[in-house]
């Protein structure tokens, strides 16, 4: 990732507009910002949030509150609790989220 042509600025996530992304079960809150091809959520999962389909995109994701269950399609399992992360590569590995809990995620992709 090459970040370019992006001057200096600061984001207050509670005025960026939420957009309501509905699961399997639960709902997906995502404020989202646009830096050329690079997009920076922050993300809120309601409890018992699954997520409607398996994701191929790369993503850095790092979860700040609650705990986020992720799925490979592998079958392995990964647990994401405040200060954790993952990374992906685009079209590595498809995976899917789900939390019992709720969580709030910081996500670059």
């Known amino acids: 990732m090459k970040l ?4 200096f600025g ?6 960026i507009e939420p957009t309501l992304h509905p699961g399997e079960t639960g709902t997906a809150i995502w404020r ?7 997009r920076v959520r922050m993300v809120d999962y309601s409890p018992g949030y699954l997520a409607d389909h398996w994701c191929s995109k790369g993503h850095i994701l790092l979860c700040l509150e609650g705990e ?15 200060g954790v992360s993952y990374q992906v590569a685009d079209a590595a590995e498809p ?15």
């Not at 600061?10 to 005025?15: R, S």
Request: overall charge neutral; proline content about 6%; cysteine-free.
């Open 10 to 15: 600061a984001t207050d996530w509670k005025t």
């Open 68 to 82: 986020l269950h992720t799925e490979l399609a592998d079958g392995r399992r990964f647990v994401l609790t405040p």
């Open 4 to 7: 370019s042509d992006i001057p």
């Open 95 to 109: 995976h899917r989220s789900s939390t019992p809990i709720g969580a709030k995620l910081f996500i670059v992709d």
């Open 32 to 38: 989202t910002r646009q830096f050329g091809d690079i």
